[in-house]
């Protein structure tokens, strides 16, 4: 059947709000709440006022005792304001058992629909149901932030493994998880029963950017709340006691390295040799310095380097949770020497990290280690370039990750070129688990026979999203895929040209006849496109389980152990 | 020691020992049969036509690949080793006779052409990947035909630039006797496939040859036709490898089908004579 005429409104921004309940009245009584009420509304444009904001990108959430409202290692995508009431935050990791908390598993096609997809794809590239769009805008589908609804703790005593702090009224939360891109970091629950203002993170950034008072609110919310959480989770940490831990903390200094958007730098310098863009990367500690303080990464990417001849020989990389200095430190500690730093660390884009000085290293941390635990002794290294053990990267293979910073990835499509027939069955299997559309190409970077395919990587750190005005593209909650709401993607073109890999297609949609859509003004409707990692698929990614001849995989760029062990099969 | 082993190398030693297995298996079960009054043949040649219908069954495979089915690659090592087996089962069936009567001699051969390709495709799809990313750019084979366009065009424009700068001939008689015929269509298809570069490494020498007859000005116009006649080698050579690697399962899917069909009119046969 047609579904003529085949044109819609052009989709804006806030058509599909993020909580279509949200009015005028709500809207008046949040800004009476400090600090929403100390915002200076004249600094925010009349495109994208204060009401607005909170108008079209928050939703007031009702919570009864014990509801769990985040949970661990979720991907957010909003942060919460707590209006009324108090929650909890269940410290440590793996606080909650995943039973508990009721984690299920993303919703995949059944059997049937799967079969379905055999006769049932589109004879059109791009096709799109009209019919859905308008009903979503009637009943204004949302990405709602976490979905945890209906999910209670009982017997609290018994399924807490740790100790619980308390946020009460007027305090954000999950706001980290939601800026940077990363799972939340710990599960969070209702003491009593509680109303929340959850804010995706599109107008959290823009309340960020233009109300100081909220940016301050939130910087020093976390070193009072979540600084002490996330050393507690760093290795070597663990044992210190509460008062240590505090004591750690008050020294620790908060240090930013580049750029939050750094793939706008990265894309522009990206034909500067890398000998000369090495240089231009921010440098976070130097080798051959003394090493002042335990650096460890928070959020985004670092570069270790070594001096080799006249250049830097890329060693690794570091991400989320790796530290920088350690072995230096307890090497000069246990054995009274003063060996300096070995490599060079510098920020690859933005980079935020901790450092905890040399002297609390030394006071708090070393002596709870034991002998047989400490690394082992610095010595005068003469590596040679591309010298490799078993289950390492080898010099190469790391320059050329970081340099086209493929790093990032954590399900980046590595094709073996010696192995791949170029029959392209990865690609039809692909076209047939996206209603007959390819969503990669099979093409891309090489080092000697490998490939980097112009697949989606589903970034750590997914740059795609940030400017992304209605959240259409965002983190599935559960899996962390990087995937695209084409309900409501309004087809701005932004996260194609953020992402640094050109892993993003804006397409031009059609109806089932094949025609184009049109909007008001007669101009074809685009919409975003892109692998989704088959996250709807039983299978996983079709690509890599259509591929005859053990070609292709999918890696994560932090699992460097299981890539060279691929790469060395 | 196992340690020391690659995957690869793992998996091939373990599907070996699979494979080796099964055919002492088979051999005992035959020699089973051979002892009492039942007939090996109906066994032979059932197992053999039990395991092609297997082998078949890849194909169907190919075209679910979002149905929980173990990977293609898994259905590979299934088929190439599954394969050898039907072989050797083969030659228990025929007992390395050679056939008789016309439907016998057509069903041999059929069987014996199915499992040579089988071979080759395996062979040349473990040998053509490297040859292909060594050679040259790795391109795209629907954009082949493009892209020689493309260059053909180029060349010409080179050629037109050389004639009214240098008043020379020299390249524009060249292209007109050899290179316009060189860049028009696929060439050295045989060299291509035996991974010969003799024709163009003949025709770059010939091209230098003409240095003597050429003004220095045009010495710089035969250098970028040069570098065009390396880049259509190269659009030959990945037209003529990555085109057999695809179209040679248009060779064994469809006799493996008529194997089939001939299989199963012999067993009727057999069983209504027998
Ligand atoms: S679209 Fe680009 S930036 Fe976004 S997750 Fe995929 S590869 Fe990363
Ligand atoms: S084009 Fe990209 S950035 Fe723009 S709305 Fe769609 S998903 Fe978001």
């Known amino acids: 059947m047609s579904e003529a005429p085949a044109t819609i409104s052009r989709p804006q921004r806030w058509d599909v709000p993020f909580e279509s309940a949200m009015g005028a009245v709500a809207v008046a009584r949040i800004l009476s709440i400090p600090p929403f009420s100390q915002i200076d509304a004249s600094r925010f444009p009349a495109s994208t006022s204060l009401p607005d904001i909170l108008l079209n990108d928050t939703g007031l959430r009702s919570f009864k005792k014990n509801q769990v409202i985040v949970r661990e290692g979720d991907y957010g995508n909003s942060a919460f304001f707590i209006i009324t009431g ?62 945890t609804t209906a999910i209670f703790l009982h017997d609290i005593p018994s399924v807490l493994k740790g100790g619980t702090a308390v946020l009460t009224a007027g305090m954000f939360f999950g706001e980290i998880a939601a800026l940077s891109r990363t799972p939340r970091t710990a599960t969070i629950f209702a003491e009593e029963d509680c109303e929340l203002l959850e804010i995706r993170w599109q107008g959290l950034r823009e309340l960020r950017l233009r109300a100081p008072e909220i940016k301050q609110f939130i910087d020093t919310n976390y070193r009072k709340y979540s600084l002490e959480n996330h050393l507690r989770e760093t290795k070597y940490f663990k044992d210190l006691s509460p008062a240590e831990l505090k004591e750690v903390a008050n020294q620790t200094r908060f ?191 090489q080092i000697g026979r490998y490939m980097i395919a112009n697949a989606c990587m589903h970034c750590l750190d997914p740059v795609c999203m940030i400017g992304c005005p209605t959240g259409a593209i965002h983190r599935n909650a559960l899996g962390g895929q990087v995937v695209i709401n084409d309900t409501t993607c309004i087809g701005c073109s932004t996260c194609a040209n953020s992402c640094p890999y050109n892993n993003i297609q804006m397409v031009e949609i059609r109806n089932e006849l094949g025609e184009h859509i049109l909007d008001q003004e007669n101009r074809p409707v685009t919409k975003a496109a892109k692998c989704d990692l088959c996250v709807e698929q039983m299978t996983g990614p079709a690509c890599v389980n259509a591929c005859p001849h053990d070609a292709l995989t999918r890696v994560d760029m932090q699992d460097t152990q299981t890539f060279a062990k691929w790469l060395q099969r | 020691m196992a340690s020391t082993l690659t995957f690869f190398s793992q998996r091939r030693l373990i599907n070996l020992g699979l494979l080796l297995s099964a055919v002492a298996a088979f051999w005992a079960l035959q020699e089973s049969y051979a002892n009492g009054i039942r007939s090996t043949g109906l066994l032979s040649g059932t197992a053999l036509f039990g395991t092609c219908l297997v082998l078949a069954l890849f194909n169907a495979r190919k075209k679910l690949p979002f149905i929980p089915l173990l990977k293609a690659s898994t259905w590979t090592q299934f088929h190439i080793y599954a394969g050898w087996f039907a072989v050797v089962v083969f030659f228990f069936h025929t007992g390395l006779r050679m056939p008789n009567g016309l439907f016998e001699i057509a069903l041999y051969s059929v069987f014996l052409a199915v499992a040579l390709s089988g071979v080759l495709g395996l062979i040349l799809s473990r040998i053509y990947p490297s040859r292909l990313r060594l050679y040259g750019e790795n391109l795209m084979y629907e954009r082949i035909p493009s892209l020689r366009q493309q260059l053909q065009a180029d060349v010409e424009k080179i050629i037109w630039k050389s004639v009214n700068e240098t008043k020379s001939f020299t390249l524009a008689r060249m292209y007109e006797s050899k290179l316009k015929a060189y860049f028009s269509a696929k060439k050295n298809t045989f060299h291509h496939l035996i991974g010969s570069e003799k024709p163009v490494n003949d025709l770059t020498e010939e091209l230098n040859q003409l240095q003597r007859y050429m003004v220095a000005a045009e010495r710089v116009f035969l250098a970028e036709v040069i570098e065009c006649v390396k880049a259509k080698d190269n659009l030959d050579m990945q037209a003529t490898c990555q085109g057999v690697l695809k179209y040679w399962l248009f060779i064994h899917i469809p006799l493996t089908f008529s194997l089939l069909l001939m299989g199963l009119l012999h067993g009727l046969m057999a069983l209504a004579f027998n």
């Open chain 1, 86 to 147: 108090s929650v909890r935050v269940a410290l440590g990791k793996d606080a909650i058992p995943a039973e508990v908390l009721g984690r299920r598993q993303p919703e995949k096609k059944d059997f049937l629909s799967t079969l379905r997809q055999l006769w049932g794809n589109a004879r059109y590239p791009e096709v799109r149901s009209l019919r859905r769009y308008k009903e979503a805008k009637a009943g204004a589908e949302h990405e709602k932030g976490d979905d």
């Open chain 1, 255 to 445: 240090e930013t390295y580049g750029s939050f958007d750094w793939h706008s730098n990265y894309k522009k310098n990206r034909d500067v040799a890398p000998e000369e863009r090495i240089k231009e990367e921010p440098l976070i500690a130097e080798e051959g310095q003394y090493a002042n303080g335990l650096v460890l990464i928070r959020a985004g990417f670092a570069r270790m380097s070594q001096k080799y001849n006249q250049g830097e020989r890329t060693a690794s990389y570091l991400s989320r949770g790796q530290m920088f200095g350690f072995d230096e430190i307890a090497h000069n500690w246990n054995t009274k020497d003063s060996a300096p730093l070995q490599y060079t660390l510098r920020a690859l884009g933005y980079v935020d990290v901790l450092v905890v000085p040399t002297s609390v290293v030394e006071q708090y941390i070393l002596p709870k280690i034991p002998q047989a635990s400490f690394p082992p002794p610095i010595v005068a290294q003469n590596k040679q370039i591309n010298d490799r053990r078993d289950g390492e990267l080898s010099t190469d293979v790391v320059e050329f990750l970081v340099d086209n910073r493929f790093i990032n990835g954590r399900a980046t499509m590595v094709m073996d070129l010696d192995r791949c027939t170029r029959c392209d069955d990865c690609i039809r299997a692909c076209a047939s688990a996206h209603d007959n559309n390819p969503r990669f190409v099979r093409h891309g970077h």
